[in-house]
């Protein structure tokens, strides 16, 4: 899934808070004012299932915030009134804009993880008003949206609402700009699900997510992506050191400590950022699911680079399978398939904050006892919960009731309600308002609600949802003598701004699944994995097919070594795309027999002859003194030719892999046996003992099937050569990859003449992964 705020702001492109994993969700929340249009409950109580957004500048566009579809519309010449009379002129004041789109989006999250949501702006300028904005609109405007210019489909201004028929918008994409309601200038934007959508995800079979329950159990699923979570019972130890042979110089010395009781459980989040570990924690000090965060702040890791090294640490903590142990120590888990590692090597130490100061003790979470889930999981004391009839904090009138709301958000101080209940100005509607309005922490916890109920877009819901103002007590109830028809001309109104009726797959007064938009979008920016639609937009010249066949093992490395981050991504994509010529044929470097151009089998790699020079005898990659771990004039050239995404070559780049994945035992060969005396004798000197691989074609492509091990062979290559370190220093500000010939300078130092090719690869990927306009 690629997924971005509706808002794309330059302030957004860049931090210099180094703890900061997503810049850009820092910069759009500050758009999101308190004092109105706070999510899930409006001023006077009832369901609000969006957020209001004032950006710093009028001319900011809207933007779709993912691939989609548009599934209804509509485009306004001029704002309507909402029957308040403008002072200075005496007139209706035209105050509400009632210009909408919506979106559905379908993407994946995992291997066989299909989610389908909805996304809509509402309220989108009208076009007179857009005439007059600073950017002007080309004089023929594309058939198609686009990130510089609106659509002429969303020029064309009328009153209905339309079918979107089709259209397609993609990521970054205008769609309007903000404008406003009853005088407040804001978008409204909402994402939801529908029940059907909504349970296929979260439900689906052998996926089931945990989301707020608060006695999580270890998942079944290997779905993970996002940060990383441990719970951690009183029973663990947390060690000053772990006291392995290994401690120097992993682990530097930090605190003992243990939980305050037998019952407590520590509930702890690791993630990555810039190349450094960084952790949180909550107690649950009695252990019911109560949690209070310890450290609202991020503690850094003390062992600095502590990612960049990863494959470092992984070799010489796990020399059995580092692979396996690479794993352990980016997720907490094991989740490739055929582990090596058994229980008895598997030991993970962590360092994890314990208390309120931050202090660092190491745990052991390879235990059974301590549980390890990720974001996939939607861990409940990162706030989320399901907000249903059975907890819904509402009266009998539908709406929301303050004791119900203070119970189920938690007792935290709101900003004082002075007017006493029995005060003639006391207003329920005040003293809602002042508690979600005055406390941050109200609205940040409700912002992890994920609300069943019905769309307030939807005409067939006014009666139930309005019902309290036409009461005798109500507010257009009190007014019947002096404006009789009021509340009819208030549903005229509304019904000018719904649309729900229009759309028949979701009329009829159905419940949705809301979320906080941004809460939303912030914890599925987690999720890098691509949909095959979205890596084929990434590797525009690469076969559907191809790009199909390679979307699963991309999407494995791009967790496992690239921590999904989007410009570590570009690059990776765009020096793969060259490498293998668009993801197409078998992975291996061709030579000028058509039988080198073949697909290899599980027991057979091609063995030449060829005339192309590096495969020659004797000559190219066997030559003398050769610095790859060939031995000279023997066929290692083409035993042990370029393979795999990033096309490793020689004999001891694939002694190193096969070490890395435990096919070969470290001592099984002589460590850098090419420098040996009498290995370039002829005969060698028979006491050397180079590494023995006789199935090379294991890092190749199969004409069906073997995508994996040549697309991780690749990640194994870049975080080998800490390439990340190089990538993370580029911004993703702008679309242009300016540290790609760095990369292509590790990669291969002497193809030159290739360098701008891949440069340009990594520049397409970009455009379409980063947030850069």
């Known amino acids: 899934m690629i997924i971005s705020p509706p808002f794309l702001p330059q302030s957004g492109l860049a931090s210099s808070d180094a703890a900061d994993d997503d810049p850009m969700m820092t910069a759009v929340k500050a758009f999101e004012p308190g004092y109105h249009g706070a999510f899930p409950v409006t001023f006077d109580r009832r369901w609000h299932c969006g957020i209001h957004l004032v950006p710093d500048t009028d001319s900011e566009p809207v933007r779709a915030i993912a691939d989609g579809e548009v599934v209804a519309y509509r485009v306004c010449e001029k704002p309507i009134s909402d029957g308040h009379i403008d002072d200075s002129t005496g007139q209706e004041a035209q105050n509400t804009n009632t210009g909408f789109v919506l979106l559905r989006h379908i993407t994946d999250t995992g291997d066989g993880r299909t989610i389908t949501f ?143 009781k037998d019952s407590s459980k520590l509930y702890v989040e690791a993630y990555f950022s810039k190349g450094q570990r960084y952790t949180r924690a909550w107690l649950d000090e009695d252990g019911d699911g109560n949690c209070v965060p310890l450290t609202p702040q991020p503690v850094k890791d003390r062992f600095a680079d502590y990612e960049y090294k990863l494959y470092e640490r992984s070799m010489a903590l796990y020399p059995d399978c580092p692979s396996d142990g690479y794993e352990l120590l980016r997720f907490g888990r094991i989740l490739s398939d055929n582990q090596t590692l058994s229980s008895l090597n598997s030991a993970t130490w962590v360092a994890v904050p314990f208390d309120a100061k931050g202090t660092l003790g190491y745990v052991d979470i390879s235990k059974t006892s301590v549980v390890k889930f990720s974001d996939a999981d939607f861990p409940f004391f990162t706030g989320w919960q399901k907000i249903d009839s059975s907890n819904a904090p509402l009266n009998a009138d539908g709406l929301f009731s303050y004791r119900r709301l203070r119970q189920l958000v938690g007792e935290a101080t709101a900003s004082a309600y002075e007017v006493p209940p029995d005060d003639p100005k006391f207003s329920l509607d005040d003293q809602l308002t002042y508690y979600v309005q005055g406390n941050d922490s109200v609205r940040n916890d409700m912002a992890g609600f994920v609300c069943h109920t019905r769309s307030e877009w939807d005409p067939a819901n006014n009666d139930q949802r309005y019902q309290d103002l036409n009461k005798p007590d109500g507010y257009f109830g009190q007014c019947k003598d002096t404006d ?48 095959a639609a979205e890596l084929a937009r990434a590797i525009p010249n690469a076969a559907r097919e191809n790009v199909a066949r390679y979307n699963s093992a991309i999407n494995l490395i791009s967790a496992k070594y690239l921590n999904f981050d989007k410009v570590r991504i570009s690059h990776l994509l765009g020096q793969t795309a060259h490498e293998t010529a668009n993801l197409g044929g078998p992975m291996v470097e061709n030579g000028n027999n058509h039988l080198s151009r073949a697909y290899e089998t599980d027991s057979h790699y091609y063995q030449g002859p060829d005339t192309y020079s590096y495969f020659v005898r004797a000559h190219g990659y066997e030559k003398l003194n050769n610095a790859l771990g060939n031995e000279y004039n023997s066929g290692d050239g083409v035993k042990f030719r370029g393979r795999g995404a990033l096309q490793i070559t020689g004999r001891a780049a694939y002694a190193d892999y096969w070490v890395y994945r435990a096919w070969l035992q470290r001592d099984a060969f002589d460590a850098s046996w090419w420098l040996k005396h009498g290995w370039w004798s002829v005969p060698r000197n028979a006491t050397i003992r180079p590494a023995i691989i006789n199935n090379p074609q294991n890092i190749s492509a199969r004409a069906n099937g073997n995508e994996f091990n040549p697309m991780d062979v690749g990640g194994w290559f870049w975080a080998r050569h800490t390439i990340n370190k190089v990538c993370d220093r580029e911004s993703s500000v702008s679309q242009t990859a300016t540290n790609s010939n760095e990369v292509s300078t590790i990669i291969n130092r002497y193809d030159t003449p290739t360098f701008e090719r891949r440069e340009h690869n990594v520049n397409l990927a970009k455009g379409v992964l980063c947030d850069a306009t």
């Open 118 to 260: 909805y996304s809509l702006y509402m309220n989108l300028l009208d076009l007179t008003a857009q005439r007059a904005l600073a950017s002007p609109q080309p004089a023929t405007p594309p058939q198609k949206t686009s990130p510089t210019a609106l659509a002429g489909w969303l020029l064309e201004a009328g009153e209905s609402v339309k079918p979107g028929n089709g259209k397609k918008v993609y990521r970054k994409d205008i769609l309007g700009h903000w404008g406003q309601s009853q005088g407040l200038r804001h978008l409204h934007f909402e994402i939801f699900m529908t029940e059907e959508d909504f349970t296929a995800w979260f439900e689906q079979s052998g996926h089931k997510v945990q989301l707020g329950e608060k006695r999580p159990v270890q998942p079944a699923s290997r779905d993970w992506w996002g940060h990383a979570y441990f719970v951690i019972p009183a029973t663990a130890e947390i060690k000053d050191r772990p006291g392995t042979p290994h401690d120097d110089p992993w682990f530097p010395k930090l605190s003992a400590g243990k939980l305050p």
């Open 484 to 531: 009789p028809e009021g509340y009819d001309r208030f549903i005229a109104f509304v019904k000018k701004l719904q649309f729900m009726d229009q759309v028949p797959s979701l009329s009829g007064g159905k419940n949705f699944w809301f979320f906080h938009p941004f809460a939303f979008i912030r914890h599925f920016r987690k999720c890098g994995w691509l949909s």
